[in-house]
């Protein structure tokens, strides 16, 4: 099975702390993503990446950057925590981009500004 | 752009009754659709898929069947039990060129001993 690990279950951090979340997939998957959930508005895309060292910006990529210095590893990073980034944070990866390719989630982090 | 709409939740149901969450959408292509399902404290994962038109993907006794002349992709099941409560997120993904899994608000469904 494949499997999407993400370091922290649950963070507290100090408005204007640097955070990083990270994330490791098993399945040598082309693709990663970090995803943001808030209550009634589903998930929205922060970033993703195609290859090792390779990003893009995706619907809500302001206040984060990601790196991906290894095909395995994707990290989320806030250069600077806000209240308004309280939230859950989803990483995920997939096989390619072809049509039907599934999903895979890590179990989130959530994360907790204060 | 391409877009996924789903029925507001929260949906509640005795056990065994019939479910039916609705999802439309709206795409430019030929798109493959998806459900995912989201337990409490998990993240999401695939529940079933389809990858065109008139393919019904199933998956634990739920059902759902790709319509492209309504472009919808309900899901279903017969008996729900207190176990599948949880979130359920339609979804889909275009089939060439594009790059990004878009995701349905999210329908919670709780169900009743």
């Known amino acids: 099975d494949v499997k999407v690990t993400q370091s922290s279950r649950y963070l507290v951090k100090r408005t204007g702390e640097k955070v990083f979340l990270e994330c490791v997939q098993d399945?040598?998957?082309?693709?990663m993503f970090w995803y943001r959930q808030d209550p009634g508005l589903g998930l929205r895309l922060i970033y993703f990446?195609?290859?090792?060292?390779?990003?893009e910006k995706g619907d809500i990529p302001e206040g984060y950057s990601v790196s991906r210095e290894k095909k395995e590893r994707f990290s989320l990073i806030l250069e600077s925590a806000s209240t308004n980034q309280t939230s859950m944070y989803l990483c995920?990866?997939?096989?390619?981009?072809?049509?039907?390719?599934?999903?895979?989630f890590g179990e989130g982090s959530w994360l907790t500004v204060v | 752009g391409d877009s996924v709409t789903q029925m507001e939740g929260p949906v509640t149901l005795s056990e065994e009754a019939f479910l039916t969450i609705n999802c439309t959408y709206t795409?430019?292509?030929?798109?493959?659709l998806f459900w995912y399902v989201q337990y409490p404290g998990e993240g999401l994962q695939l529940l079933l898929k389809?990858?065109?038109?008139?393919d019904k993907g199933s998956n634990k006794g739920f059902e759902a069947t790709y319509r492209k002349e309504t472009t919808s992709f309900h899901l279903e099941k017969g008996s729900v039990q207190v176990s599948d409560s949880a979130v359920y997120f339609c979804?889909?993904?275009?089939?060439?060129?594009?790059?990004?899994?878009?995701f349905g608000a999210g329908t919670r469904l709780f169900v009743k001993a």
């Open positions: 995920a990866s997939s096989l390619s981009f072809l049509g039907g390719n599934t999903i895979y």
């Open positions: 399945m040598d998957h082309e693709n």
């Open positions: 990446s195609y290859d090792v060292k390779m990003k």
């Open positions: 795409a430019t292509g030929y798109p493959s």
């Open positions: 389809a990858t065109k038109a008139d």
């Open positions: 979804a889909l993904s275009e089939r060439t060129g594009g790059f990004k899994t878009i």
